[in-house]
């Protein structure tokens, strides 16, 4: 860092399996991922390419190899995995992966519906290809799962091969975990770290509020996701006390 400071926490270091920053990129031209990985980079552990942009991207193949050049993993969203396999192209969706040379993969069931056993089918057949995330939770507001399921469905994930769950927020943080207003279904997120390891989760937390209520339950190592690019530094300061919400947080109260 650039300066000397005491009391301030100790993140993990790069490249770290807790703690993570997943921003998403929905659409940035490839001088602005350029600029973006300059000067954020350093506190960024994986990139998503949005829902189903990477289809539309235009010079997708370089953008990525500029990713790539930095170090930086990225992975398609898991509406593009949903939109191959309700068109019956599984087999394709592996294909482009290894194509474009994804060593991450998505797999999510939040706009269609898929048997919960098929989807750790596909998580199993899928780790043999690359690091596979799996999203738990519906994009419909009005489809409620209850705590109780929310473990079950994750614990099997994990056990079927997934490096990490994603609890579904949407890129608004209005579902999910969330209510409508964004407001933490806090019931909801505490009972499931009864049962699911908290390294485990990457929490979907696009909105301010939400990453301060994630970094005062779990801690500044807590995996944070859908992180809009220009919020990186924000979020990286406040994990570490040095913004006005967390500004106490770590500090001996003693002092």
Known sequence: ????????????????????????????????????????????????????????????????????????????????????????????????CKDYGVEYIEVSDGSITIPHTEKCGYIEKLTKHATVLSEVGSKDAAHIIPPYKWIELMRAELEAGSTYVIAEAREAGNVGIYRGSGEVREGLVQEILTQIPEEKIIWEAPQKAQQLYFLELIGCNVNLGNIAPNEVLPLEAMRIGLRGDTFFLYLDKKS
Not at 1 to 7: R, T
Not at 25 to 37: A, H
Not at 54 to 65: A, D, G, H
């Open 1 to 96: 860092m650039n300066f000397n400071l005491n009391q301030i926490p100790t993140r993990n270091l790069k490249p770290r399996h807790h703690g993570i920053t997943m921003v998403m990129d929905k659409g940035l031209s490839i001088g602005e991922t350029k600029n973006f990985l300059e000067i954020a980079g350093p506190h960024v552990d994986i990139v998503k390419f949005g829902f189903g942009t990477s289809y539309v991207t235009p010079n997708l193949r370089e953008k990525i190899e500029v990713y790539k050049n930095a170090g930086m993993p990225i992975y398609f969203g898991g509406t593009l995995f949903e939109a191959f396999l309700i068109r019956n192209q599984f087999d394709d969706f592996i294909a482009i």
